[in-house]
């Protein structure tokens, strides 16, 4: 053998070794599942003290791993939200405010999926993609559907409910995922949200019928019609309103519609138990973080109102369990109190793939608060809601650790609330015309000046 020959050779011995370390290493990092479910708020699961409804498989990756109490959206719709989720900023910056608005092709490659990609990462999304039209050639696994889909599809003859269909679509992702390359699948339920349309509402999987049937769920806090009556004229006559007629008009149909979208969450609960099975059974769950949240809260009956849009705390508070089987076992188990926003999701998983955050991004990862860590946090946040529909009115608002403020932006007369969250968590008591609560409106009213000046 010549010594050129000599040299070649062990040139592509010495790359050959370059190549499987690396490998090796980007083998090291954490596969992600991220779970979204969609119109389900903080207090609908087992973990979050909820005695009836059942969700054994995400409560058991609370019992194991970190329940954020305090989670928020910045904007309680699903489009402005998922984009919220998608980007680390607020609807102000990203722009995202109606059904038709899509990333640019800037703006797409500043998201998690985009940047972990770019990372090395194998990225799969299952489901609701919910900004305009999924984008195409971003996913190597791509079950994306843009923001509507049927509860109940036929498939080689068969019925078959959408939140089982995506459950096996998520299995499927983790049976073809490469092995030499860390993984993050998103799957974004539909469940349980409601069929527009359908009078039935809620149409979970017949296999769930037995569920709830000798429960009584318990009326909504604030379901007295005194605190509908106390609301403004367009609040009273609002798209909420609308639908509260639709569900919960009576106690028959509220104890009906409540059971269907517990099922519903059970059903995606249900799903979520597929998934750690089929991560055990491959030897990836010592490995893979996954993380469970709602795009927004929801109203189930409280002021006489459903649905969602409006800053009070049912609407815009969601759950957060986050299972990383990488933590020390002190820390599995545990709660953290601090205000968490859904802007810190996309931060947080770029985070956990030793990824940089792009400096647009106005969410902070939550990997110092996961570790045990007591940095120093936020102890107030922004909230807005610009969609512009003739009965859903414009809303914003600032919750600090004590007080919370809203503004409905084209109230004529102007329309605020203000709640000492301390004394009052179920914002039952608007202070904002109380002589006596005069100073502190008139400071939240600053920081809201200040907060949608500098949200941009």
């Not at 008009?249 to 998934?275: C, F, T, W």
């Not at 649905?307 to 076992?329: A, C, Q």
Request: hydrophobic share 40%.
């Amino acid at each position: 053998m010549t010594r050129p020959q000599r040299l070649v050779l062990f040139a592509l011995f010495i790359s050959l070794l370059v190549v499987r370390s690396a490998v090796a290493a980007d083998v090291t990092r954490p596969n992600i599942i991220f779970v979204l479910t969609d119109d389900q708020r903080w207090d609908t699961l087992g973990c979050m003290g909820n005695q009836i409804i059942q969700t054994p498989n995400v409560d058991r990756l609370a019992d194991e791993g970190v329940v954020f109490d305090n989670c928020f959206v910045t904007t309680s719709i699903c489009m402005t939200n998922r984009a919220c989720i998608f980007t680390g900023q607020y609807a102000a910056r990203h722009g995202v405010i109606d059904f038709r608005t899509q990333f640019t092709s800037e703006q797409l490659a500043q998201t998690y999926p985009a940047l972990l990609k770019q990372s090395g990462y194998y990225v799969g999304f299952v489901g609701k993609w919910g900004v305009g039209k999924p984008p195409q050639g971003l996913f190597d696994y791509d079950k994306a559907w843009p923001g509507q889909n049927k509860y109940f599809n036929t498939i080689d003859g068969k019925t078959v409910h959408l939140t089982g269909l995506m459950g096996g679509q998520a299995l499927e992702f983790l049976d073809t995922a490469p092995r030499d390359r860390p993984f993050c699948l998103s799957i974004s339920f539909k469940a349980p949200h409601c069929q527009d349309g359908h009078p039935d509402q809620f149409l979970y999987d017949p296999e769930l019928e037995s569920l709830y049937q000798d429960a009584t769920i318990p009326p909504a806090k604030l379901s007295d019609p005194a605190f509908f009556e106390a609301l403004p004229e367009f609040l009273k006559t609002s798209e909420n309103r609308r639908r509260w007629q639709l569900r919960f008009a009576n106690p028959e149909l509220y104890q009906r519609m409540m059971k269907a979208h517990y099922r519903l969450i059970s059903g995606a609960d249900r799903e979520v138990g597929r998934m750690v099975a089929k991560l055990r059974q491959q030897g990836l769950d010592k490995n893979t973080i996954i993380i469970y949240t709602g795009d927004n809260g929801f109203y189930l009956g409280e002021r006489g109102l459903a649905g969602k849009w409006y800053p009070h705390e049912v609407s815009m508070r969601v759950p957060l369990v986050v299972f990383d089987p990488r933590l020390p076992t002190a820390q599995r188990g545990t709660r953290r109190e601090q205000p968490v926003l859904s802007i810190d999701l996309a931060p947080t998983m770029l985070a956990m793939a030793d990824v940089a955050a792009p400096e647009r991004m106005q969410g902070v990862s939550l990997l110092p608060l996961l570790e045990g860590k007591t940095p120093s946090w936020r102890d107030e946040f922004f909230y807005e809601h610009l969609f512009k529909h003739s009965r859903i009115p414009r809303s914003e608002a600032v919750r600090t650790s004590q007080y919370k403020y809203i503004r409905y932006l084209d109230s004529q007369p102007l329309y605020e609330e203000l709640y000492d969250l301390e004394t009052d968590p179920d914002e039952a008591h608007n202070l904002a015309e109380k002589p006596e609560h005069a100073k502190t409106l008139d400071a939240m009213r600053a920081k809201w000046a200040a907060w949608r000046e500098n949200v941009k």
